[in-house]
Nanobody
Framework: QVRLVESGGGLVQPGGSLSLSCTASGSIFSIDAMAWYRQPPGKQRELVASITSGGAPNYANSAKGRFTISRDNTKNTISLQMNSLKPEDTAVYYC???????????????WGQGTQVTVSS
């Protein structure tokens, strides 16, 4: 069984910063890409940023220049540093990991439980 646990959400004023972390644990052979998604109130879940096993990041346009995703493969952890936060960044943020089977032929998506980020004065 695999578990993803997020931490670091909370309430922040516009222009402020928050850092999110996510750690994967359990029966893990190998992790491919990891990512952060978010779901604003009343809207669909959307990709915020992703990072390959080699550390190459990819950002949604809304996150470029403000958010930084990083990864520590030794700890199966990713982080998301969010700066210059705006009210429209308010959402539940979810961690996602793509795990690879020992044979290398199967890929499995896992999700964390989500952490609330609220940007408000």
């Amino acid at each position: 069984q695999v578990r993803l646990v997020e931490s670091g959400g909370g309430l922040v004023q516009p222009g402020g910063s928050l850092s999110l972390s996510c750690t994967a644990s359990g029966s893990i052979f190998s992790i491919d890409a990891m990512a952060w998604y978010r779901q604003p109130p009343g809207k669909q879940r959307e990709l915020v940023a992703s990072i390959t096993s080699g550390g190459a990041p990819n950002y949604a346009n809304s996150a470029k220049g403000r958010f930084t995703i990083s990864r520590d493969n030794t700890k199966n952890t990713i982080s998301l540093q969010m700066n210059s936060l705006k009210p429209e960044d308010t959402a539940v943020y979810y961690c996602n990991a793509v795990l690879v089977s020992s044979s290398g032929s199967a890929y499995f998506h896992y999700w964390g439980q989500g952490t609330q980020v609220t940007v408000s004065s």
